[in-house]
């Protein structure tokens, strides 16, 4: 092995495979991201029981099913099989996220203004996507679409997507117009 040992080159091999692993791991979405596909949203539960803990941590069926999200559509149909490997990386997760927290991570600056960002982005998107589902309504959407139509499916279809995202902005628009009625902003200069 021109001047690398068997020994260094089998530890750089672990290495790289645990690197890979956690990655794929630490790449799993979590209950808060993107809204499930319909193949998966048919599986969540209402009464959400309990599958398993770590420590005191209960992971709940909707967890697994929320995991799954990060499988391609062909797995997401079948996750009935991949239920218990699911279920096997939502212990690992947990597993990793106790330890940091017991060796401080959760504590460090960085950690914190990033958690803090990630619950301003949560918390803002989920008010203007309710928001957006009370004034850009399905109605709303074909009335405007009705008006402007040329009679074709195709330009329908089409003028339907552009409709609904003009709506959308201008929605958007005139909440922020209210939202900064009466709400003191100062803007510093930066250099």
Not at 44 to 52: F, I
């Amino acid at each position: 092995m021109s001047g690398m040992s068997l020994a260094v080159a089998l530890s750089r091999a672990r290495c790289a495979i645990a690197v890979a692993a956690v990655a794929t791991l630490l790449s799993m979405p979590t209950a808060a991201q993107e809204p499930l596909p319909p193949a998966l949203q048919a599986l969540l539960r209402t009464d959400n029981p309990v599958v398993g803990t770590v420590g005191a941590t209960q992971i709940r069926w909707n967890d697994v099913i929320y995991s799954a999200a990060a499988l391609p559509p062909e797995q997401q149909a079948q996750v009935g099989p991949l239920f218990s490997i699911l279920l096997s990386r939502l212990v690992d997760r947990q597993l990793l996220s106790d330890a940091a927290r017991q060796q401080g991570y959760a504590g460090r600056p960085e950690i914190r203004e990033a958690v803090r960002r990630y619950e301003a982005d949560l918390i803002r998107d989920s008010y203007v996507e309710d928001y957006l589902a009370g004034v850009v309504t399905p109605q709303a959407v074909e009335t405007r679409v009705r008006a402007l139509s040329d009679g074709t499916v195709r330009g329908d279809v089409q003028r339907r997507i552009e409709v609904r995202e003009e709506m959308s902005r201008l929605a958007l628009d005139r909440l922020l117009a209210q939202l900064r009625e009466g709400t003191p902003i100062q803007i510093y200069p930066t250099r």
